[in-house]
């Protein structure tokens, strides 16, 4: 059952009268019966967390903005710019109405003048048809003034970014829309709290997929929600698929399916019959490589078993390699792009992953030595941890986990040199 | 030419005024104003943004060389931007973009002789199902080969021949 990529069931569902005749819309008219407070209670009771990549409770999120603060945001996060992911890109495109209903009924959970959905700016269409999806909306009465006739006044805006993923993290988010550069601020203040959100005011920001689940928890209830997945991962998530499957794409499936299923089952298993699996990126190039064994494989793709194989679900995008694939350019690739990304702000990311870069290049041209194998990791490891955001971790992590998992992948390289 | 007093523009950049608490919010959205009349985020469009904003052009131009979707020289009618990131380059990207400067004589970055294409690479596009793909004009073309590729050029080829395509 699809929660979230409901245009694969439903045709024309990015309509507005398909979705209303589908059960749109049902969600917000219960929220706006409700008191703020007892919805935020509602998706607290759900388990939901965030699809983003940190999986902090969304309940949990919203309930942090003050009550008393006469002027507060909700900003929605369809940066979606993590190697891999692909995920926030079909909810909007094929189930748009969804997002934006998720996003009014946050919204009025908090009380908020207005919704900033920030999408990066390569989804230029996708910006378009919100654009025309929000019109569509005043005219019905569920934007603006008066919302179906509640009193609750909101008004929904897009803002395109312009090709930088540090404004998928949040405070660098708000910068870029605020008119200043995607850097990250210094916390605290956090988002949720006067001085730290949008124009200074409590801000709440969310994921895409997050809002997306929003609609359906208030009008089915927060224990069938619970009740899908696992303990401490409720719901249904979309796994972005890459790589070498036969199958690649987008596939919502309960937090508790296993890897196994999803690359065999779902994926179509490996791209080239005669070639195994070797590793997954199950969160993109910012969470760490896994080899793909039988122990992986059989583990589910929730947020807490995750953890118990060493990696992050994180936003899912799970990149897939075979046998052919050397870690060393796999290193390579992800370090070029957390390099192209870093923001310049703090010296360990800006300078890291530069020297990063340049030794991982001289390895794979042959001219590197046992000693840069180890140099890179401790680059690597000084990096993590002292950055304001969590690139300079991201970045840190292809290197020391490659190097972990597959040092003969290194081995091959710097040999020669002794 | 300018954006200032353009009746081509001015609803939108009143409707960008207006949806920001400050003005300053609006300057991303000005910026792809700027380019689209100028093809690229060239001093006029910078000067233009600045005063519409109340800002000093140095904090206008910050803001154009931070993004890599403003482009602070000329571009060919066609601004290709192949992904190469791992995803995409796990399926081939690499060699794709490789052929595709070659085909077209261009290094990194630079523009074909007829002045019609710009070709570099760029990092993950969120298109990583549907590689090798590329992004022309802001617009994504994906599930790519080499004979596509063939093809499309050709098309747009045709199409230059007519009006100008516009630039985001």
């Keep these: 059952m699809h929660i979230l990529l409901r245009g694969r069931e439903i045709a024309n569902i990015k309509q507005l009268d398909v979705y209303e005749a589908h059960g749109g819309f049902a969600g917000l008219k219960v929220s706006l019966a409700m008191k703020p407070a007892e919805v935020i209670d509602v998706v607290k009771a759900s388990g939901l967390r965030g699809r983003g990549g940190a999986g902090f409770p969304t309940g949990v999120k919203w309930s942090f903005i003050p009550q008393h603060e006469p002027i507060k945001y909700v900003t929605v996060n369809a940066d979606e710019s993590e190697t891999g992911t692909f995920k926030d890109r079909e909810i909007m495109e094929e189930n748009p109405y969804q997002l934006i209903e998720g996003s009014l009924i946050c919204a009025y959970a908090i009380q908020a003048k207005a919704v900033y959905i920030y999408l990066r700016g390569e989804f230029w269409d996708i910006g378009d048809q919100l654009d025309a999806c929000i019109e569509a909306l005043r005219e019905k009465g569920y934007v603006g003034k008066n919302i179906m006739g509640s009193g609750y006044d909101c008004e929904v805006y897009t803002h395109l970014g312009a090709g930088a993923y540090i404004c998928g993290e949040e405070s660098a988010l708000l910068n870029s829309l605020e008119g200043y550069l995607g850097q990250p601020r210094v916390r605290p203040p956090f988002p949720a709290q006067k001085g730290g959100g949008l124009y200074k005011e409590a801000t709440v920001v969310n994921n895409v997929e997050t809002l997306a689940n929003v609609p359906f928890i208030l009008t089915e209830g927060a224990e069938v929600f619970k009740a899908i997945g696992t303990e401490q991962s409720a719901g249904n998530k979309v796994y972005c698929v890459s790589g070498h499957v036969k199958k690649p794409g987008n596939y919502e499936l309960p937090m508790n399916t296993t890897f196994r299923e999803l690359l065999y089952e779902h994926a179509g298993g490996p791209l080239h019959e005669d070639r195994a699996f070797k590793a997954m990126l199950p969160s993109g190039g910012s969470g760490p490589i896994v080899p793909l064994t039988d122990e992986v494989l059989d583990t589910p793709m929730s947020y807490e078993d995750a953890e118990k194989i060493g990696t992050i679900i994180g936003s899912a995008s799970i990149i897939i390699m075979d046998e052919t694939v050397d870690m060393t350019w796999v290193a390579s690739k992800v370090t070029k792009f957390f390099k192209h990304e870093s923001c310049g702000k703090c010296t360990p990311c800006r300078e890291g992953t530069y020297w990063l870069d340049k030794v991982i290049d001289r390895i794979l041209d042959g001219r590197g030595s046992p000693d840069d194998v180890k140099r890179i990791a401790d680059v690597a490891e000084n990096m993590a941890g002292t950055t304001l955001c969590a690139l300079g971790d991201f970045a840190a992590n292809p290197i020391i986990h490659t190097i972990r998992h597959f040092p003969d992948d290194f081995a091959q390289h710097v040999q020669a040199q002794g | ?168």
């Design chain 2, 1 to 168: 030419m300018a954006i200032i007093g353009n009746p081509k523009y001015e609803a939108r950049i009143d409707h960008h005024l207006a949806k920001y608490e400050t003005k300053r919010s609006a300057v991303m959205p000005l910026l792809y104003i700027a380019q689209e009349e100028y093809g690229w985020v060239n001093p006029e469009g910078i000067e233009e943004v600045a005063q519409i904003l109340n800002l000093d052009p140095t904090q206008v131009k910050s803001i154009a060389g931070f993004y890599t979707m403003y482009s602070e020289r000329p571009k060919g009618e066609y601004w290709l931007q192949v992904c190469t990131d791992l995803p995409c380059a796990l399926k081939g990207a690499d060699d794709f973009h490789a052929w595709l400067k070659e085909e077209l004589g261009v290094e990194e970055g630079g523009t074909s002789a007829d002045g019609m294409f710009t070709v570099e690479h760029v990092m993950c596009l969120a298109a990583c199902d549907k590689a090798p793909m590329l992004q022309c004009n802001f617009h994504y073309v994906e599930n790519l080969d080499q004979n596509k590729m063939r093809d499309l050029l050709a098309k747009w080829r045709q199409e230059a021949a007519g009006a100008s395509n516009g630039h985001r």
